[in-house]
């Protein structure tokens, strides 16, 4: 039975008191057993905030790595880095890396592999853009991102990935796919996942669903069955919005 997993995805908001505040409401709400939280902050606030969580249900993940361990890379920051500090999970491939940061499938498969080599556990993302849905092709873009970035691992390393389905054009947008569209999706990742690898791999993975999951349609996305969770931006800065989804 695979658990339920609520990750937030901060992106570049919240200043440091607003950060504080946030992860204190959060400490707040009851987490249910089945439930793992996850919350993808900023680098800056990843340590002080991990001292905060510490004793709690609730995980930090970063929201990017570099595919190097070390070097003349001004301004990034590696998967090494991460491990040093105790953070266990790291975002990889969101939407906005891949468009605003030139982020392909091949970088993306190296970053996979700098992370998976520290021990890190990763949300790997994909999704289509609107033109891709409205053409009907959108399993087929999706599998072509997996394909080239993420299955090239071997099934012991799928083990430590999370996938999350996000299209495009659902994300920050208000508009979230119907639970009928990302039901397929993700059961043609799955599908996807046994024909890489095995049937019984393609059961134990988690596959997130992301693109403006809200209280008001979290429980309803999440029910269905191959929905285990969601990865959620605008829901999850504030920490009663984001407490209705860890609840749904
Ligand atoms: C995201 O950034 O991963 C996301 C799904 O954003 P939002 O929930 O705001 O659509």
Redesign the pocket.
């Known amino acids: 039975m695979r658990k339920k997993i609520a990750a937030g995805?901060w992106?570049m908001n919240n200043n440091r008191d607003e950060a504080i505040a946030l992860v204190e409401g959060l400490l707040q709400v009851a987490i249910p057993d089945n439930t793992e939280v996850i919350l993808g902050v900023p680098y800056l606030y990843l340590h002080e905030l991990q001292g905060m969580v510490s004793d709690s249900q609730i995980q930090l993940a970063a929201q990017n790595c570099h595919q190097e361990k070390s070097g003349a890379y001004t301004g990034e920051i590696s998967a090494s880095m991460l491990k040093s500090i105790g953070i266990e999970t790291v975002i990889l491939g969101?939407?906005?890396r891949r468009e605003y940061f030139d982020e392909t499938d091949e970088l993306l498969s190296r970053k996979l592999r700098a992370a998976l080599d520290e021990g890190l556990k990763v949300i790997f993302?994909c999704g289509e853009p609107l033109s891709v849905r409205e053409a009907g092709e959108h399993v087929a873009y999706v599998k072509k991102q997996l394909t080239e970035g993420l299955f090239q691992i071997s099934e012991e390393d799928l083990g430590s990935v999370v996938i999350?389905y996000?299209p495009v054009w659902?994300?920050?947008?208000?508009v979230t796919a119907s639970k009928e569209q990302v039901q397929e999706m993700h059961h043609e990742i799955r599908k996807m996942i046994a024909d890489n690898y095995q049937p019984s791999v393609a059961d134990k993975t988690h596959i997130l669903y992301?693109?403006?999951?809200?209280p008001a349609n979290a429980a309803e996305l999440f029910a269905q069955p191959d929905v285990d969770g969601?990865?959620?931006?605008?829901?999850?800065l504030k920490a009663s919005d984001f407490g209705a989804i860890i609840q749904a």
């Open positions: 995805n992106k969101h939407s906005e993302c999350a996000e659902a994300i920050g947008t208000g992301g693109g403006s999951v809200k969601g990865l959620v931006g605008g829901a999850s």
